[in-house]
């Protein structure tokens, strides 16, 4: 049931993703790109933590009840959600870009599809272990919920697309670091526009992508892939050093939950006052049983 929904979720942005966006190799395909780039990792950053933030917060209840009867511990548990919800994401990833990547029209090639679902699926997986902070942290699904929008209108603030980061005060310029939004915008881009050139109205492009007049001359108003990059400050990294920027955070917020969930380790109640019971060997007891029916019938022959 819920993978079916996740599934059926993908492909439906998947399709109206690729039914809205037709990306050439005019000027305007520079503001279409990052435009859909864009969509893709803000709406992945809000399906991962809104998806873990309204289950994980009821599944830990259940979890707690089972280890206050210690049933398992923290380790084996978290261990084994992540070997069941890993794969699930960066499935879902699989598909999704597999469905959005040749309708939208972006870079046809092997190598530059590969590193599009990469950072789509390390998106997917950071996004979850975001949530699962919030999950942990929150004491029920609803000021999970809460916590959410104001966290994600911060990363979108800083995804490096918003604001440049030269125009940050000296004191918030760390924030665009743990944008996860900042790391797959920015990883998408470089890995989408290596290699392109802009440039008039694709009919009038020229081998290689260049707007040529009749001369055979390539116009000035071409525009490289190099030089979108530079203009948003993407210039100086690359796909993997935004891989391991995500691949760091995913880790950092694993173990910030692991943590949590330690640290919140529930403890079976006692009762304090209670005098302790005597102990009594099976001797004593039939002594003591034999002892109470001779006072019950001696009571009732008075009686009588």
């Keep these: 049931g819920a993978l079916r929904i996740k599934l059926?979720?993908?492909?439906?942005?998947?399709?109206i993703y690729g039914a809205l966006y037709s990306l050439d190799s005019s000027t305007r395909g520079v503001q279409d790109r990052?435009?859909?780039?864009?969509?893709?990792?803000?709406?992945g950053a809000n399906v991962g933590i809104a998806g873990t933030i309204r289950t994980f917060p009821k599944e830990k209840v259940l979890v707690d009840?089972?280890?206050a009867k210690r049933l398992y511990t923290v380790l084996p548990y978290f261990a084994s959600k992540l070997l069941c919800d890993?794969?699930?994401?960066?499935?879902?990833?699989?598909?999704f870009g597999s469905l959005l990547y040749p309708l939208a029209g972006?870079?046809?090639?092997?190598?530059?599809?590969?590193g599009f679902v990469a950072m789509v699926a390390l998106g997917g997986l950071a996004s979850s272990a975001f949530g699962l902070v919030i999950g942990c942290v929150a004491r029920s699904t609803e000021?999970?919920?809460a916590m959410m929008p104001p966290t994600v209108v911060l990363m979108v603030i800083f995804n490096g697309n918003s604001i440049n980061r030269k125009s940050l005060p000296l004191m918030l310029r760390w924030a665009p670091s743990v944008s996860l939004i900042r790391w797959v915008l920015e990883g998408m881009c470089i890995n989408e526009f290596d290699g392109l050139t802009f440039g008039g109205e694709s009919s009038d492009l020229g081998a290689g992508g260049s707007r040529r007049s009749r001369g055979g001359a390539v116009r000035p108003d071409v525009i490289s892939g190099e030089r979108v990059l530079r203009d948003f400050s993407f210039a100086d990294s690359t796909v993997?050093?935004?891989?391991?920027?995500?691949?760091?955070?995913?880790?950092?917020?694993?173990?910030?939950a692991l943590y949590a969930l330690w640290a919140n380790t529930p403890r079976m109640a006692t009762l304090s006052g209670a005098a302790p019971?005597?102990?009594a060997s099976g001797a004593g007891i039939a002594t003591e049983l034999s002892q109470s029916q001779s006072r019950s019938c001696a009571s009732k022959q008075k009686s009588a």
């Excluded at 990052?34 to 709406?43: D, N, P, Q, R």
């Design 8 to 15: 059926v979720q993908q492909l439906m942005m998947g399709l």
């Design 86 to 95: 890993v794969p699930l994401s960066v499935f879902l990833s699989l598909v």
């Design 65 to 67: 009840e089972e280890r």
């Design 143 to 145: 000021s999970a919920l």
């Design 240 to 256: 993997s050093d935004c891989a391991v920027a995500l691949v760091q955070m995913i880790g950092v917020c694993w173990l910030i």
């Design 106 to 114: 972006l870079q046809p090639s092997l190598a530059h599809f590969g």
């Design 34 to 43: 990052i435009g859909l780039l864009s969509l893709v990792a803000i709406g």
């Design 277 to 279: 019971m005597p102990s």
